[in-house]
């Protein structure tokens, strides 16, 4: 005669990463009354993997297509609820400028997603570009798309704010704890560090560029860490580049395709992009620093496009983050039934929309059912 085994559970939910997605999730989970223990391998905030550089963007416009667009308008509405929260201000609205030429891609897809979604934005043709932002060298066939409600993030602090709200919910962060197995039992998840063991109900991989190395054999294939460079270059007039004169921007002139955000320290200003990110074998093993040849391609561009900074960048790092193969994310169970979660790959574009994202998500582990977001499915790609 066999007899059951109630297994004791140390949470009902698990969420390992605690930086982007993850720390969203841990203040959604405490939200809705969910308990949750967190695991993060260095410290909410920290600058290792796709958290760090200062800022990120925020955009309404969004040239990756309308379907982000419910995400979009349901995450302008959580950051100002964590800012209520937490005190922090972490969103600036000083817009956002799409550049590139009149009859590209760049240009052509923001305003059909724009147009798609709703979102109102102001088509500038060249002069009136010229004009109104002259700190950047337009080419003569381009043109600008102006997002009024688009802006910028403070990162950083937008982390540790979200962290901070999840533990005085009663949530548990356990810092410095490098997960290295994650077991399906069936009725349950188990979290294995070093010797240490946890059991929950459920558990969400959004561990970044380490999130294939928590999953099943196979994932690897399609999850691909890439080491990605930021630049800080300073302004010869910085009353030029504060947020009220210098909106965000993406541009795309020609195969060239970098973006900036304004001044937050009132010397640098933040430019991305400048030369391609590359897939990486092992992301903890990255140069931080920019070789010559890196530098001498930034400065090359800088001073053709952006003729008010100073050429050669003040300040330089390099983070990592993780990609898909078709530039959409892993959000969902990782098989039908499973209690295994995802929710990573975000290819460079997920901080705008994470609270939104991490809601989603919270509701859905809340309730046992799957995650609503079919256009991220983990298993669209086919099976493992």
Not at 125 to 142: I, K, M
Not at 323 to 341: C, E, K, M, N, Q
Request: glycine share 10%; charged share 20%.
């Amino acid at each position: 005669m066999s007899v059951a085994v109630t297994v004791t559970l140390d949470a009902e939910v698990a969420v390992i990463g605690v930086g982007t997605v993850g720390s969203m999730l841990m203040w959604q989970l405490g939200t809705r009354g969910v308990s949750a223990i967190g695991f993060e391998r260095h410290a909410p905030g920290h600058d290792r993997g796709a958290v760090g550089g200062e800022t990120r963007l925020f955009r309404m416009a969004y040239a990756e297509g309308p379907q982000y667009a419910h995400l979009l308008r349901s995450a302008l509405n959580c950051w100002r609820e964590l800012e209520r929260e937490s005190g922090t201000e972490l969103l600036v609205q000083c817009g956002g400028l799409a550049i590139g030429s009149a009859a590209g891609r760049h240009v052509g897809q923001v305003l059909a997603s724009a147009a798609a979604a709703d979102v109102p934005v102001e088509l500038l043709n060249h002069d009136q570009a010229a004009q109104r932002y002259p700190q950047h060298r337009l080419l003569d066939d381009e043109v600008a798309v102006l997002d009024t409600q688009a802006g910028f993030l403070r990162c950083e602090p937008a982390v540790l704010a979200a962290t901070a709200l999840a533990e005085q919910r009663g949530a548990a962060v356990l810092r410095y704890t490098d997960v290295d197995t994650v077991l399906d039992n069936g009725d349950h998840i188990e979290i294995r560090a070093k010797d240490a063991a946890w059991r929950v109900r459920e558990a969400v991989v959004c561990a970044g560029s380490w999130t294939d190395r928590l999953l099943p054999t196979g994932w690897d294939r399609l999850l691909q860490p890439r080491r990605v460079r930021l630049s800080w270059f300073a302004a010869r007039d910085p009353a030029m580049y504060t947020p009220d004169r210098f909106p965000i921007f993406i541009r795309q002139t020609g195969r060239r395709h970098f973006y900036g955000a304004p001044s937050i320290d009132g010397i640098s200003i933040k430019v991305a992009g400048l030369t391609t990110s590359h897939a990486v074998d092992d992301p903890d093993r990255i140069e931080r620093r920019h070789s010559q040849e890196e530098l001498v391609a930034e400065s090359a561009m800088v001073r053709d496009l952006l003729p008010g900074l100073h050429p050669d960048p003040v300040r330089t790092d390099a983070l990592t983050d993780m990609f898909t193969a078709d530039g959409t994310p892993f959000v969902g169970r990782i098989a039908a039934g499973s209690r295994l979660r995802i929710a990573s790959g975000f290819s460079g574009h997920g901080f705008k929309y994470a609270p939104a994202l991490a809601a989603v998500v919270a509701e859905s582990v809340a309730s046992g059912t799957d995650t609503p977001l079919a256009f991220m499915s983990p298993i669209r790609l086919g099976r493992i």
